[in-house]
């Protein structure tokens, strides 16, 4: 009897659903594995046999021998390979950071703008959408070098502006804090001021749930941040001098200079991001149904509360996806920095390093998973986000 | 649910170890290379030679430069033309008795290495410099030098710039992929110079940049500095410095692991500079056709068989010749008192006046 139940329940392995999909599964994957490995080996053996070279990643030990025009570590053409690596790699980083940031900032105010009541401020906003979202990027990038920050004065004639800030077709150099010898101390200090704000605020959340009136978290934060660097500055000796840019011979010496490069490619991937990020968050705004605003309105919130308390977190959960792969572009798309001669990872890597020691494949194998790290692990961050502002269902 | 789950895991696991078990026997070639292993170059006996894919095609593939007037330029007509460009047209001359068999793969500096070694291209000619790592490292090998360069600097004549150490605090614009980026690294260590290096991918970039001011310098070739000055906007506010950073000996390259193509490429390159040293002419190679010198009979194919030796039609020589010229004729018509650069020959003339050019005899 149980026989009979069984044999009814498992009909012969070539017509189990289950196993064929299994053994298909199986099938497929060996096919693709089996691929890639053969086009490996292909590979390997061609370079092996016709070149006489082996795949080997023991250059990036071994003297670099070129400059980097700009760098966040301290780099001389004395260290490695991998050394220049980093260096290009921070580079990118440091243009992805900041034009994220201001690209996010920039794009939800023209967002905002785009669903204004008032005809102009809309418009505006619409045409600015339309013509940065319709520009291929690598035009945008050589307009903005070559139309915009080439055009600049030339450094002897550069415009001083009030700090005294340099403005030349070189760049921007704005005054800037030197670390004295008693700089990480006040790191420290500023960290353990980052950790009481983090404190401070939690515990007046924890209040405010108590009693029901919710103080301002933020700026309790701000102020007890705050409070402790300005306290840590006056015990220390100065930790930081200010140094102003002066024009020494044929550029500018000291403060900060951020470079013409920079600045081209900064503005080029902000200006264009910041288009489509606008698209999305008026998508996201749209989303929300008109009863919340309406509602909101009979509450009787003003414009900006509505906004900001009603419309915005509910819009949040249609905006963060799209705005990931946003983030994304914008990483990967920093990668043109060789057309405006900024020493990003792709114009270190792929460019110098591969000329010089002519090592393709490892060379684009290690600049490949870098970028694929760094979009993966912003994909990493912005699915913990929308995880934690996504509607919780009761 | 769970237990559909579990299968499907089991299912995945299976499957990787199944494939990796079919890619095992697909891949049979798949041998681990270490890193310690010394990888030999072994010439390929089974595959093609390179000659005969190059007759097979009907064309010769030569990896150039399109934007250096005077080496390798695409002009508005849509035809390449220099120095370089005349060496490819030399080697089709030799293979096919027909210059026009050719076809210039324009690539920009970073990529030509990878051009070459993936056969995209026959040979590589264009403007590069023989080093030692890229012989050895990059698996080619490098034939005569046809031009002796060395690398220089370009400055605004305003400037007052003379020498590398007024240079200091400045900025230098250079082209990526190229010697000249360590070059400039090393000669500016060594006099003690700190400088802003700015590096763009084409010698267009560099050149904008340098122009709007952009860069106080601009460092390449000597050759590619007057060819490129002649298209600046205002040629005569530039000025070349009076410094050499490098030696910068620019040749023809092969592949490794093909012996015989890379005697083509040598002994068409030599017979052009045999060719000058004997006085035989594009114009004149005809009257030497009934010489009794043994030494121009042997580069003319009328004694011996040294085209054959090569792969080649016995007359590869004479061809080469009559439809391309020896080496100052080439010379000349690209660089010389008659074009806009008008280069002296310096280190570019034969060896009996002074120059580097020496070809081991035919015989």
């Keep these: 009897m149980q026989q009979i139940a069984a044999s009814q329940a498992r009909p012969p392995f070539y017509r189990d659903e289950r196993v064929l999909g299994v053994i298909s599964q199986i099938v497929v994957v060996g096919i693709a594995v089996g691929l890639l490995s053969y086009f490996y080996s292909n590979m390997v053996s061609a370079l092996r046999n016709q070149l006489g070279v082996a795949i080997n990643y023991g250059f990036l030990r071994s003297t670099a021998g070129f400059d980097i025009g700009e760098s966040l570590i301290a780099y001389t053409r004395s260290d490695t390979y991998l050394r220049a690596l980093i260096v290009g790699l921070l580079n990118t980083l440091q243009v992805a950071i900041l034009g994220i940031f201001f690209a996010t900032l920039w794009g939800t105010l023209i967002g905002i703008m785009r669903l204004s009541t008032n005809f102009l401020v809309s418009r505006i906003a619409a045409v600015y959408i339309d013509i940065f979202r319709n520009i291929p990027l690598l035009l945008l990038l050589i307009f903005w070098a070559q139309a915009v920050f080439f055009k600049l004065p030339r450094v002897q004639e550069a415009l001083i502006l009030p700090g005294p800030t340099f403005l030349s077709n070189r760049g921007i150099a704005i005054p800037w804090g030197v670390p004295t010898d008693s700089w990480p101390t006040y790191r420290l200090i500023l960290l353990v001021g980052l950790i009481l704000a983090f404190v401070v605020a939690r515990l007046l959340q924890e209040q405010g749930k108590r009693t029901g009136r919710m103080p301002l978290l933020t700026l309790w934060f701000v102020v007890t941040f705050v409070v402790v660097g300005v306290i840590g500055w006056f015990v220390l000796p100065q930790p930081l001098t200010l140094t102003t840019p002066e024009l020494v011979g044929f550029n500018t010496q000291g403060g900060r200079v951020f470079s013409q490069q920079f600045l081209a490619l900064l503005t080029g991937l902000i200006v264009y991001t910041a288009s489509f990020i606008a698209e999305t968050v008026r998508a996201g705004i749209q989303s929300v149904t008109k009863g919340q605003r309406e509602a909101a309105t009979a509450l009787g919130l003003t414009g900006f509360q509505t906004l900001r308390l009603i419309i915005f977190p509910q819009a949040l959960r249609v905006i963060v996806p799209p705005l990931t792969s946003q983030y994304l572009n914008l990483t990967k798309n920093s990668s043109l920095a060789i057309a405006v001669g900024y020493p990003d990872l792709f114009a270190v890597a792929g460019n110098t390093i591969l000329n010089q020691t002519g090592r393709a494949i490892e060379v684009f194998s290690l600049v490949m998973g870098i970028y694929l790290f760094f979009s993966l692990t912003t994909s990493l961050f912005m699915n913990i986000y929308n995880q934690r502002i996504r509607l919780i269902e009761r | ?363």
């Design chain 2, 1 to 363: 649910m769970l237990k559909g789950k579990k299968i499907q895991t089991v299912g995945m696991i299976v499957s990787m170890v199944v494939g990796m078990i079919i890619a095992a026997c697909l891949a049979p070639a798949a041998v681990p290379v270490t890193s310690e292993e010394p990888a030999a170059p072994v010439a390929q006996t089974t595959a093609k030679s390179t000659l005969d894919i190059v007759k097979e095609r009907g064309k010769l593939i030569c990896v150039g430069n399109s934007a250096l007037p005077g080496f390798g330029f695409l002009n508005e007509a849509g035809v390449f033309s220099g120095f370089d460009v005349d060496y490819c047209k030399a080697l089709a001359a030799a293979i096919f008795g027909d210059p026009s068999k050719h076809e210039i793969r324009a690539t920009s500096a970073s990529e030509r290495f990878t051009v070459l070694q993936s056969g995209e291209g026959d040979v590589l000619i264009r403007n590069t410099t023989w080093t030692m790592s890229r012989d050895t490292d990059l698996g080619m090998n490098f034939g005569p030098t046809t031009f002796y360069d060395g690398q220089g600097m370009m400055v605004h004549k305003d400037s007052g710039i003379k020498t590398l150490q007024d240079l200091n605090g400045a900025s230098v614009c250079v082209q990526t992929g190229t010697t000249t980026e360590l070059n400039l690294a090393d000669q500016m260590a060594a006099a003690g110079v700190t400088y802003e290096p700015v590096v763009f991918e084409t010698a267009d970039e560099v050149t904008t940049a340098y122009e709007e001011g952009r860069c106080d310098a601009w460092t390449t070739d000597k050759s590619g500095l007057v060819s490129r000055q002649t298209i600046l906007a205002e040629p005569s506010a530039h000025e070349i410095m009076d410094v050499t950073l490098s030696k910068e000996p620019l040749g023809p390259a092969v592949r490794h692991g093909d012996d015989q193509w890379f005697d083509i490429v040598n002994w068409v390159v030599y017979a052009t500079f045999t060719a000058e040293e004997m006085g035989i002419t594009s114009a004149n190679v005809d009257s030497f056709m009934t010489t009794e010198d043994p030494n121009i009979k042997k580069l003319l194919g009328l004694e011996g068989e040294f085209c054959a030796k090569i792969g080649l039609a016995n007359d590869c020589f004479v061809n080469v010749i009559k439809q391309v010229g020896n080496y100052g004729e080439i010379y000349n018509a690209n660089l010389g008192p008659d074009t806009v650069f008008n280069l002296p020959r310096g280190l570019n003339s034969l060896y009996t006046q002074g120059g580097l050019l020496y070809a081991p005899p035919i015989r």
